[in-house]
């Protein structure tokens, strides 16, 4: 792969992700009815995003390319396990705790796979995240998902 010219492995590799992840999500919503913009069918949204998914991958791939930058270091399972673990507890707290605790889980956890974990940007962020989840997903949306859960008293 290094006859393409890559100047930064990471760019060109996270592009190359996205542009994989919004081909499989397009793929994958190809057979649903797709709609029009007043009247949005179940393919719609996918697709849409999964467009702007790729658009962003071809963008930050072509980066990867023409900017240079420090090759990639060693792969770190511990990141690849708390991320997971993060996704893991969003998914069981959510409807047991609500929203808010399930998204600030979500983010210090994943925060904590990180090199320069520091608590104090972490809280800040995971609070943030948490509001902004709350209001957007639940009451901008209207999705049927819990502020607080059972184990809050909700």
């Known amino acids: 792969m290094s006859g393409l010219g890559i100047r930064n492995q990471k760019d060109f590799y996270s592009g190359l992700l996205f542009i994989l992840f919004g081909a499989a999500f397009m793929w994958i919503a190809q057979d649903y009815t797709f709609g029009t913009a007043r009247r949005m069918g179940p393919a719609f949204f996918p697709i849409i995003l999964s467009g702007i998914l790729i658009a962003i991958g071809i963008a930050i791939a072509v980066r990867g390319v023409a900017v240079a930058d420090e090759p990639m270091r060693g ?3 511990k990141g690849l396990v708390l991320v997971i673990i993060g996704t893991l507890l969003f998914g069981f707290l959510v409807r047991s705790a609500g929203v808010p ?3 600030a889980t979500l983010v210090a956890v994943a925060a904590y796979a990180s ?3 520091n608590w104090k940007p972490t809280l800040v962020l995971a609070i943030g995240m948490a509001i902004f989840c709350t209001v957007v997903f639940i009451y ?4 049927p998902m819990p502020v607080r859960g059972p184990w809050l008293g909700g």
């Not at 901008?140 to 999705?143: M, N, V």
């Open 101 to 103: 605790i399930a998204t």
């Open 115 to 117: 090199r320069r974990f």
């Open 140 to 143: 901008a949306l209207g999705l």
């Open 75 to 77: 792969f770190t399972l």
